[in-house]
């Protein structure tokens, strides 16, 4: 079914618009509640593509010394991430509207067919018909029927 896990990406560009300056756990527990699939993301393939987006010069990434604890590294959104989260924006728009048109009709020939039902196909008499005759003496008759 495609790659989920590049749905990731625009939840995450969206975060760090919305928050500025973000860490990595941080995005991680915000990213559930944003997320575009019901899949869950494993806390890899979150680092993952905050890498890829750093590769692709839509992310920065500093490690941040300051406090107890280690080192944290603390996520930025670039220009150019801003310029991707609308484009994202956009293919995204388009994808909503094609499987809102799908999900429309889809279900509407389902419901469509389920009303126009084939009568089932004849079945000959099993054990159980054939048992239940030789109890009442009549060939084919079920009870209740």
């Known amino acids: 079914m495609g790659n989920l896990y590049r749905f990731v990406e625009p939840v995450l560009l969206f ?3 919305k928050k500025g300056r973000s860490y990595g756990y941080e995005l991680a527990a915000e990213l559930r509640e944003h997320a575009l699939t019901d ?4 806390a890899a393939a979150l680092y993952k ?3 890829q987006l750093e590769q692709n010069g839509c992310v920065t990434s500093e490690w941040d010394v300051t406090g107890k604890g280690p080192a944290k590294r603390v996520y930025c959104l670039t ?5 991707h989260l609308v484009e994202w924006i956009t293919v995204l ?3 909503a509207r094609s499987m809102t048109r799908f999900v429309r009709t889809a279900g509407q ?6 009303q126009h039902v084939p009568p089932a196909p ?3 008499p099993g054990k159980r018909s054939a048992k239940i005759a030789q109890r ?9 029927k």
Not at 109 to 114: L, N
């Open 15 to 17: 975060l760090l618009k």
């Open 39 to 42: 899949a869950s993301i494993e």
């Open 49 to 51: 593509t905050l890498r």
């Open 79 to 83: 220009p150019h991430g801003e310029d």
């Open 93 to 95: 728009g388009h994808v």
């Open 109 to 114: 020939q389902s419901r469509d067919t389920a």
């Open 122 to 124: 004849f079945r000959r």
């Open 136 to 144: 009442t003496g009549k060939a084919g008759d079920v009870p209740g």
